[in-house]
């Protein structure tokens, strides 16, 4: 089986700031990786695949990267609506991380 | 643009099997891999498994032989079968679309499905 460790599990934050989350696969992966945000309640909404692929729709202030065990998202100027819980997500076995919840500083 | 929805019972008692089944809606069924993921209240997300329009399937293994999918595509329709359920079964279960460039990019809302007798 995969692991998939993200960290950290949770993060605070304010309006504006940079803030980068952490995937690490238990083996590598290519480029096999998505990245969703969800909102309490809500199904998961597909921010980033293939590793750093933009979905369309998704602003441009979100970017993923890494290949391999590591990858990274990052958000380069925290808006209001970013606070959420974030998965990544392997496409070997389809194992989520854990997620990490971003919440206001 | 492809909407999903889940249908099923909300209630299931313990040792009995859970049926959901989610409706495909504004775009085709055919040439996707469908997938169906849960989360128990308050945790995280777990893949349950997924299925071709074809009928192949694959599962996740933790489920072992729980799990069986299908595909009905004169209905437009998968479904999800959990037998032996327990209250560790109890979740919010997902269906979503996998673009086959490993992301899943549609959802349905979610149904919550509680074990209890």
């Known amino acids: 089986d995969i692991q998939m460790t993200q960290s950290p599990s949770t993060l605070s934050a304010s309006v504006g700031d940079r803030i980068t989350i952490t995937c690490r696969a238990s083996?590598?992966?290519?480029?096999?990786l998505a990245w969703y945000q969800q909102k309490p309640g809500k199904a998961p909404k597909l921010l980033i695949y293939?590793?750093?692929t933009l979905e369309s729709g998704v602003p441009s202030r979100f970017s993923g990267s890494g290949s391999g065990t590591e990858f990274t998202l990052t958000i380069s100027s925290l808006q209001p609506d970013d606070f959420a819980t974030y998965y990544c997500q392997e496409f070997n076995t389809y194992t989520f991380g854990q997620g990490t919840s971003l919440d206001i500083k | 643009q492809v909407q999903l929805q889940e249908s099923g019972p909300g209630l299931v008692k313990p040792s009995e099997t859970l049926s959901l089944t989610c409706t495909v809606s504004g775009g085709p069924i055919r040439g996707y891999y469908w997938n169906w993921i849960r989360q128990p209240p308050g945790k995280g997300l777990e893949w349950i498994g997924s299925?071709?329009?074809?009928?192949?399937?694959n599962n996740n293994p933790s489920l072992k032989s729980r799990v069986t999918l299908s595909v009905d595509t004169s209905k437009d329709q998968f479904s999800l079968k959990l037998t032996s359920v327990t209250p560790a079964d109890t979740a919010m279960y997902f269906c979503?679309?996998?673009?086959?460039?490993?992301?899943?990019?549609?959802w349905g809302p979610g149904i919550v499905v509680t074990v209890s007798a």
């Open positions: 293939k590793a750093s």
């Open positions: 299925v071709y329009y074809r009928g192949n399937s």
């Open positions: 083996q590598p992966i290519s480029t096999w």
């Open positions: 979503a679309r996998d673009t086959g460039d490993n992301g899943l990019d549609s």
